[in-house]
């Protein structure tokens, strides 16, 4: 029987322990509640529905969210001195970019003008070398995070393992990839140039997807005994009719995002018929990026 590693648990229970985490800390003398900026660039209805995502989370657990819009058109000199203005602010613990950021501005000068302290998604390249150097000082980005704390929470080891990631964008693939390598794993990293991608796919004990290309994972890339993590997150067909208004904040928090069906990169009804255990879409690492970017935002609060 496939172990499906649901990723609404596990968010759960970690928005559970924030929530407490946050009460002790609001209760010192002059004490303030932890505070995330996320800058928004044009209004992108996908990105829309991944913000709202983020700022009911942090609603759950007693976090400030402020969601920081900016027009379309903006010029990068005016964008890097806002971000210049939040990194000054004391009152301001964490602050991201939500991707994607209009073809206009440089995507690396914008992040790298986040304080590498208040960035939570860990996007600047101070914290990606951090990563690069297994310095546990840094910040690990959000979605890897996750994939990390998915996987220790259904107690599946990853040193001596192999782990075998498709995809090597910066965002996702290559931090994931790097991540597992510090755990000790022995990593493959493919991308759409890999000859024999279902050899090399079979050939893992992890798998972990990351391609943005639905159901490019089949029963012929797998093998039993494998563990998959898909994070592909594909919208199909036309959105699905919700109205989540008047809805309890958990129901809404379900929906990532809500009002489109997904799917993943993994075809999930065939793949779970033959490996060991296997990350739904939605519910499996979605979940888990949103609470682990509040986590990485803990931190940086304490800090
Ligand atoms: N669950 C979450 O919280 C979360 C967070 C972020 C992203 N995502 C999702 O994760 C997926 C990947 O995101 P991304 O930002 O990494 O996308 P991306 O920048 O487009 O990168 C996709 C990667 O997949 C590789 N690829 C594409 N087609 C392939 C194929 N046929 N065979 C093997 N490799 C292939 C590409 O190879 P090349 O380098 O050769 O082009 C590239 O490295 C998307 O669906 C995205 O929505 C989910």
Same mark, same amino acid.
């Given at each position: 029987?496939?172990?499906?590693?649901?990723?609404?648990? +596990?968010?759960?229970?970690?928005?559970?322990?924030?929530?407490?985490?946050?009460?002790?800390?609001?209760?010192?003398?002059?004490?303030?509640?932890?505070?995330?900026?996320?800058?928004?660039?044009?209004?992108?209805?996908?990105?829309?529905?991944?913000?709202?995502?983020?700022?009911?989370?942090?609603?759950?657990?007693?976090?400030?969210?402020?969601?920081?819009?900016?027009?379309?058109?903006?010029?990068?000199?005016?964008?890097?001195?806002?971000?210049?203005?939040?990194?000054?602010?004391?009152?301001?613990?964490?602050?991201?970019?939500?991707?994607?950021?209009?073809?206009?501005?440089?995507?690396?000068?914008?992040?790298?003008?986040?304080?590498?302290?208040?960035?939570?998604?860990?996007?600047?390249?101070?914290?990606?070398?951090?990563?690069?150097?297994?310095?546990?000082?840094?910040?690990?980005?959000?979605?890897?995070?996750?994939?990390?704390?998915?996987?220790?929470?259904?107690?599946?080891?990853?040193?001596?393992?192999?782990? +075998?990631?498709?995809?090597?964008?910066?965002?996702?693939?290559?931090?994931?990839?790097?991540?597992?390598?510090?755990?000790?794993?022995?990593?493959?990293?493919?991308?759409?140039?890999?000859?024999?991608?279902?050899?090399?796919?079979?050939?893992?004990?992890?798998?972990?997807?990351?391609?943005?290309?639905?159901?490019?994972?089949?029963?012929?890339?797998?093998?039993?005994?494998?563990?998959?993590?898909?994070?592909?997150?594909?919208?199909?067909?036309?959105?699905?009719?919700?109205?989540? +208004?008047?809805? $309890?904040?958990?129901? $809404?928090?379900?929906?990532?995002?809500?009002?489109?069906?997904?799917?993943?990169?993994?075809?999930?009804?065939?793949?779970?018929?033959?490996?060991?255990?296997?990350?739904?879409?939605?519910?499996?690492?979605?979940?888990?990026?949103?609470?682990?970017?509040?986590?990485?935002?803990?931190?940086?609060?304490?800090?």
């Amino acid at each position: 029987m496939v172990k499906i590693l649901d990723g609404k648990v +596990v968010r759960d229970k970690i928005a559970e322990e924030l929530t407490k985490k946050i009460e002790r800390f609001i209760k010192a003398p002059l004490a303030r509640r932890p505070r995330l900026v996320i800058i928004q660039v044009g209004s992108l209805p996908e990105s829309n529905t991944y913000i709202r995502q983020k700022i009911l989370f942090g609603k759950k657990i007693g976090a400030v969210v402020n969601l920081q819009n900016f027009k379309q058109k903006i010029d990068e000199r005016s964008l890097i001195n806002q971000i210049s203005r939040f990194n000054s602010q004391k009152n301001i613990d964490g602050i991201i970019v939500q991707q994607p950021i209009p073809q206009h501005l440089d995507k690396n000068k914008i992040v790298d003008s986040i304080e590498p302290a208040k960035d939570v998604d860990g996007q600047t390249s101070i914290n990606f070398k951090k990563l690069i150097e297994n310095d546990p000082t840094g910040f690990v980005p959000a979605t890897t995070k996750g994939v990390l704390i998915l996987l220790k929470h259904y107690k599946i080891p990853i040193a001596q393992k192999h782990v +075998v990631v498709v995809g090597r964008s910066s965002l996702v693939g290559k931090p994931t990839a790097l991540s597992m390598l510090n755990k000790d794993a022995t990593v493959t990293v493919c991308h759409s140039k890999t000859q024999d991608l279902e050899k090399i796919t079979k050939l893992a004990d992890i798998l972990v997807v990351a391609a943005g290309k639905p159901k490019l994972i089949t029963k012929n890339h797998v093998s039993k005994n494998q563990v998959v993590i898909d994070i592909g997150i594909n919208v199909v067909g036309e959105p699905i009719n919700t109205d989540l +208004v008047g809805n $309890r904040l958990d129901k $809404r928090l379900e929906n990532e995002p809500p009002g489109h069906k997904l799917i993943g990169d993994v075809d999930f009804k065939e793949v779970s018929k033959i490996v060991a255990a296997i990350s739904p879409v939605p519910g499996g690492v979605g979940p888990m990026t949103v609470a682990s970017l509040f986590q990485n935002l803990l931190e940086a609060y304490k800090e």
